[in-house]
């Protein structure tokens, strides 16, 4: 169906209003992190920098702790991704396939651990990682990222099995592959894009974890990203330059996962697998 | 042989007693404190770097958390067994924890220090009452008001000291796109603090009576929030979402020709690359009915938070040496121009007038630390202490008081009985 001019106006508008709602703050912050101290406060802003200087970013590498968090943030989110996604599969796989008392019932179940506010069971959770001695040890936050993230990713995962045709699995149990095999060798190269979203959700809620890396973590040393900043920025004096590079230089890694399993999302999910 | 088996054992006795004496383990203390922003940790790693160096029975590592984490996180500690030995404190927090028995008295320690430096009365008076003094003043920080000598003479008006001439300056100086004057409306404790500033110089400061009830709603506290309203009028319109930075930000970037802030030296110095013989500070503008200006202040401390009296004997040792003149002016010139001395010795120690900022703003500092004598905190001024000050700091009753004006359009007498109400409804609890 062909557009009218009238309709391809509004809806190329319509399309640049919302990439420039979303791209204005992102845009805001990468060029005033190389910004003079006296542009980025003036009260109206630039929107094209009138002066350009890395002092923000020698600054933050080189005067705090910042690759220390950054390098900390790492390990977590890698860690806290690979086992959700390990854990999801072949736990989405059960709920999919697999015939059990209470299957249903149990699905919806665990999505109330995603509902559950994480305020509500820190301090218990304290309690119960000091026993252990897992207090400030990042393996805390992976437990912890995993727990929560673990329930969503089930249920992102159950819902990208269900679009693969079942004649897929009928032809491999005909072929006489067990259910490890048709998971790990038939389904898992299908459902990549599903993989690659929850790796996504999994890498990103576990980067902007803020609330339990600020009380199991003690030490400098082992700061995750989001804490170290919060510390590094101050309270009563805000040094807003270093408070920019610290943003910009924050989105980077996600940036760099998107841009390394972005193809999976354009890949289609099952092209030539039923001939 | 005996003899010999004897003479063997008692020297291996001997030995062992002796090295075990040359090489006895050091004192370890854990110290939270909430000053993070890089420069502040590095000037305190440098000065533990030293202690322990001259102390090598006593070894202090420091351990900085966040302000905003810190009320959960130490109690939590403290539950699990792994609190901290020294925490640094401001005076609502040091309820919290009293509250659960986590606080060790410090009165010996305080007599001796105020006998040796002068403790400024005003930085030690919120941390005593029960019949004791449950921290040590490190530093004080106290709000004053801040504008440009030159901004002000353009407009031809002198430096307020009344409500009337600053309401009059503020409105000459909101001109051309500037705002005469930058005072935040946030639910925030930047507003509670501002707020509290203003009602201080009404004569409304105390907001508990002897008994513990809420004693909030008077004409002095109205009078004080009608007047902040006033003023707010004259302020940027997204105060509503100000803290700190944003007020400091307004006035670097010479939009708000006044505003209330404990202090602007550092951003003014290097974000607004300012000249340091423009920039003014006062005291906070006191009602017309009033004599005298009076002001916020936070006396920051350190609790002693161990039960091990070998570790509380190294504690003493170590906020000893801490406030020695020649180490205390490093330890305030980790943030120059922001944390004031609460020692008497510590206001005319080198170490803090030597520091390069001090010097080069010596007038402003001058003026900040005379301004924080007479420094109050509200719910910390009657000499004795409810816990309900905790929780009713921590929801910021007194800048959702505020906000009933400037938002809700609420008269101010309205505003301060609801906010009497909100008061004592948590002070039941």
Redesign the interface.
Same mark, same amino acid.
């Given at each position: 169906m062909k557009r009218t001019f009238g309709q391809a106006l509004s809806l190329y508008g319509g399309l640049l209003l919302i990439a420039l709602l979303i791209c204005m703050p992102f845009w805001w912050v990468i060029t005033g992190s190389i910004k003079l101290p006296r542009e980025i406060i003036q009260r109206v802003p630039t929107m094209i920098p009138e002066s350009f200087t890395l002092q923000h970013f020698e600054k933050l590498l080189q005067a705090s702790d910042f690759p220390v968090y950054l390098i900390n943030s790492l390990i977590v989110a890698s860690f806290s991704t690979a086992f959700t996604v390990l854990l999801a599969l072949p736990a989405a796989y059960a709920f999919f396939r697999m015939e059990f008392p209470g299957r249903n019932a149990l699905y919806r179940t665990i999505l109330l651990a995603y509902a559950f506010p994480g305020v509500v069971v820190l301090i218990p959770l304290y309690g119960l990682f000091a026993k252990v001695g897992l207090i400030d040890s990042p393996v805390a936050l992976v437990v912890v990222n995993v727990a929560f993230a673990l329930p969503f990713s089930i249920w992102m995962m159950r819902s990208f099995l269900a679009t693969i045709p079942r004649e897929i699995e009928e032809a491999a149990v005909v072929d006489g592959a067990p259910t490890t095999t048709i998971l790990v060798r038939i389904l898992m190269p299908l459902i990549a894009p599903g993989i690659a979203s929850v790796a996504i959700f999994a890498f990103i809620s576990s980067w902007t974890e803020y609330l339990f890396a600020s009380v199991l973590i003690v030490s400098d040393a082992r700061r995750t990203i989001p804490v170290g900043f919060a510390g590094i920025i101050g309270q009563y004096q805000i040094d807003w330059g270093l408070l920019l590079a610290g943003a910009t230089a924050a989105i980077i890694p996600v940036v760099a996962l998107f841009a390394l399993v972005g193809r999976w999302f354009v890949s289609g999910l099952t092209d030539g697998a039923v001939k | 042989m005996m003899k010999l088996t004897r003479l063997l054992t008692l020297a291996g006795f001997a030995a062992t007693l002796l090295t075990g004496t040359a090489y006895a383990a050091p004192v370890d203390l854990t110290l939270w404190h909430m000053e $993070?922003?890089?420069?502040r940790?590095q000037r305190m790693k440098e000065l533990l770097d030293e202690f322990n160096a001259a102390h090598p029975d006593i070894q202090v590592k420091q351990?900085? $958390?966040?302000?905003?984490?810190v009320y959960?996180?130490a109690?939590?500690?403290f539950?699990?067994?792994?609190g901290p030995d020294l925490l640094f404190t401001i005076p609502d927090f040091t309820t919290v924890l009293k509250g659960i028995d986590a606080v060790v008295p410090v009165d010996d320690l305080v007599k001796d220090l105020d006998a040796k430096h002068g403790f400024i009365e005003a930085t030690l008076a919120p941390y005593k009452y029960d019949d004791h003094v449950w921290a040590v003043p490190a530093y004080n920080?106290a709000i004053s008001l801040w504008y440009r000598n030159s901004v002000l003479k353009a407009a031809g008006v002198e430096v307020p000291k009344t409500w009337s001439e600053w309401q009059a300056a503020a409105e000459k100086l909101s001109t051309d796109?500037k705002y005469g004057i930058g005072l935040p409306a946030n639910k925030q404790l930047y507003t509670d603090q501002t707020v509290y500033s203003v009602m201080v110089n009404s004569g409304a400061a105390d907001i508990y009576k002897d008994d513990g009830s809420i004693d909030f709603d008077k004409p002095a506290t109205v009078n004080a929030y009608d007047f902040y309203s006033k003023l707010a009028k004259l302020s940027?319109a997204d105060n509503g979402s100000w803290t700190?930075?944003e007020a400091?930000?307004?006035f670097?970037?010479n939009?708000c020709g006044m505003i209330l $802030?404990?202090?602007v030296i550092?951003?003014y110095d290097?974000?607004?690359?300012g000249d340091a013989a423009d920039l003014g500070v006062a005291p906070v503008p006191h009602a017309d009915d009033q004599s005298e200006s009076a002001t916020i202040s936070y006396s920051n401390a350190i609790m002693l938070t161990t039960k091990d009296e070998a570790k509380q004997a190294a504690a003493k040792v170590f906020l000893a040496w801490l406030l020695e003149p020649a180490n205390y002016g490093r330890f305030l010139t980790m943030?120059p121009g922001?944390f004031l001395p609460v020692t008497d010795d510590g206001a005319k120690a080198d170490s803090f007038w030597n520091d390069k900022t001090v010097t080069k703003y010596k007038s402003q500092v001058e003026t900040m630390i005379s301004n924080s004598h007479a420094g109050k905190l509200f719910g910390f001024t009657t000499g004795k202490v409810f816990p309900s000050i905790g929780a009713i700091s921590a929801q910021n009753v007194i800048a959702e008081t505020l906000q009933h004006i400037v938002v809700d359009g609420q008269s101010a007498a309205d505003a301060v009985k609801g906010g009497q109400a909100r008061m004592s409804e948590i002070a039941k609890k």
């Open positions: - | $993070q922003p890089p420069h940790v351990e900085p $958390q966040s302000w905003g984490e959960a996180k109690p939590a500690a539950a699990a067994g792994n920080m796109g940027p700190w930075g400091e930000a307004c670097a970037s939009t $802030q404990f202090g550092n951003t290097t974000q607004a690359e943030e922001l």
